[in-house]
C-alpha cells in the first residue's frame, strides 16, 4: 500500500522560509516522478513542482520558480519542498504526490496516483 506523509508545515511571516517533507512508502520510489501541489479554501488544487525519478529533472509553476526548490533523497524514500521569501499568497494546504511517470514531462493533477493528506502553509503579512 502506497503511503505518503507530509510534514513542516506552520504559520510564519512574509519573507520567512519553510522546508516541507514527504515520507513515502509501499512502493519503489525510484521509479516514480514526485510533485507537490497546494490548495487554499475554495480553490481548485493546483500544481507547485515536480522533480524527476532520478533529480535530474525538475519543474515549477511560474509564481514559485526562483523561491522554492524540490529534491528528493532517493535513500530515505523522502521529497523536499525548500521554500523561501514565502508569500502570503503561498498560504495553502501543500500536498505530496506520486506521478504515474517517471518524468516531469506531465503535471496535471491527473498525472498523480496517491495523495498525502496535506499540511498547512499560513504566511501572515
Known amino acids: 500500500q502506497v503511503q505518503l506523509e507530509e510534514s513542516g508545515g506552520g504559520l510564519v511571516p512574509a519573507g520567512a522560509s519553510l522546508t516541507l517533507s514527504c515520507k513515502v512508502s509501499?512502493?519503489?520510489?525510484?521509479?516514480?516522478?514526485m510533485g507537490w501541489f497546494r490548495q487554499d479554501l475554495g480553490k481548485e488544487r493546483t500544481f507547485v513542482a515536480a522533480?524527476?525519478?532520478?533529480?535530474?529533472?525538475?519543474r515549477y509553476t511560474d509564481s514559485v520558480n526562483g523561491r522554492f526548490t524540490i529534491s528528493r533523497d532517493n535513500a530515505k524514500n523522502v521529497v523536499y519542498l525548500q521554500m523561501n521569501n514565502l508569500k502570503p499568497e503561498d498560504t495553502a494546504t501543500y500536498f505530496c504526490?506520486?506521478?504515474?511517470?517517471?518524468?516531469?514531462?506531465?503535471?496535471?493533477?491527473?498525472?498523480?496516483?496517491?495523495w498525502g493528506q496535506g499540511t498547512q502553509v499560513t504566511v501572515s503579512s
Open positions: 522533480i524527476a525519478w532520478n533529480g535530474g529533472f525538475r
Open positions: 504526490a506520486r506521478s504515474i511517470y517517471s518524468g516531469t514531462e506531465f503535471w496535471a493533477a491527473s498525472d498523480f496516483d496517491h
Open positions: 509501499g512502493h519503489t520510489f525510484t521509479r516514480y516522478a
